[in-house]
């Protein structure tokens, strides 16, 4: 199985279409690390990451954000 992020989605559809910049801000990541973060290519999120994104995007639970994915 695979874990995967589906944050380009929520981010490309918010009213306030955050651009990657201010989206690493919100995490106290590089904009770099963020667009890493929202292609899947970072090995790992932390908790606190995902608490701040289900805040920002209003999510009522992680299924939102995260997609399991069977190899």
């Given at each position: 199985m695979t874990v995967k992020l589906k944050i380009r989605d929520l981010r490309i559809a918010h009213p306030d279409?955050?651009?990657?910049r201010f989206m690493g801000d919100?995490?106290?990541?590089?904009?770099s690390n963020y667009r890493k973060l929202e292609t899947n290519k970072l090995d790992g999120v932390k908790l606190h990451h995902l608490d701040?994104?289900?805040k920002f995007f209003n999510c009522d639970d992680a299924n939102k954000i995260i997609e399991i994915v069977k190899d």
């Amino acid at each position: 199985m695979t874990v995967k992020l589906k944050i380009r989605d929520l981010r490309i559809a918010h009213p306030d279409k955050p651009s990657q910049r201010f989206m690493g801000d919100l995490l106290g990541m590089t904009e770099s690390n963020y667009r890493k973060l929202e292609t899947n290519k970072l090995d790992g999120v932390k908790l606190h990451h995902l608490d701040i994104l289900i805040k920002f995007f209003n999510c009522d639970d992680a299924n939102k954000i995260i997609e399991i994915v069977k190899d």
